[in-house]
């Protein structure tokens, strides 16, 4: 499996080709197919990063991992 930062260069690429699309006047439905692929790509990365570090980042501080945990979902739902 690829690790977060392999993801992340990809969603970058992505936006890359997207800029690109746009400049070259591709059409609206293949730039759109194209940025929600992007916006997969993202998610993905963020579930990766979340999985592969909630425990490591909800136990910085000790005592306070019920209040962390909370705070890591919150950001994680907000829009």
Known sequence: MKNTEQLINN???????????????????????????AKAALSSATAKLLSDNLLSCSTESKGKQSEQI??????????
Do not use: Y
């Open 11 to 37: 969603v970058i690429g992505q936006l890359e080709g997207v800029k690109k699309m746009m400049a070259d006047n591709r059409d609206c439905l293949t730039v759109l197919i194209q940025l929600k692929a």
């Open 70 to 79: 909370k705070q890591l979902i919150t950001e994680l739902i907000k829009n």
